[in-house]
């Protein structure tokens, strides 16, 4: 049975980072597409950044050039750097898994529970 579990959320402060992790079980995630996306209060979940089996990177434009998303094939693992945080970050952020990029982005196969980002200003 497939599953991603995220990790490393909380409370920062605004300009602080953090790093979220995704491990999963149950795929092999060089085998797939990975991406983050997050939904704050109020809100619909909305995407925030892909990454392709080979590499590329896609991001909002409202976290280009302040988030980085990666992934750590040997650990089946994805990680999303997020420096320079705002308060308009705040959210629940989820990672996610599909054999695309483009499937990714328009609503993956399989995803995580979510873990709570909350950044004060």
């Known amino acids: 049975q497939a599953q991603l579990v995220e990790s490393g959320g909380g409370l920062v402060q605004a300009g602080g980072s953090l790093r979220l992790s995704c491990a999963a079980s149950g795929l092999t995630l060089s085998s797939y597409a990975v991406g983050w996306f997050r939904q704050a209060p109020g809100k619909e979940r909305e995407f925030v950044a892909a990454l392709s089996r080979f590499g590329g990177a896609t991001y909002a434009d409202s976290v280009r050039g302040r988030f980085t998303i990666s992934r750590d094939n040997a650990k089946n693992t994805m990680y999303l750097q997020m420096d320079r945080l705002k308060p308009e970050d705040t959210a629940v952020y989820y990672c996610?898994?599909?054999?695309?990029?483009?499937?990714?982005?328009?609503?993956?196969?399989?995803w995580g529970q979510g873990t709570q980002v909350t950044v004060s200003s």
């Open positions: 996610a898994a599909d054999y695309g990029v483009q499937a990714v982005i328009r609503g993956p196969q399989y």
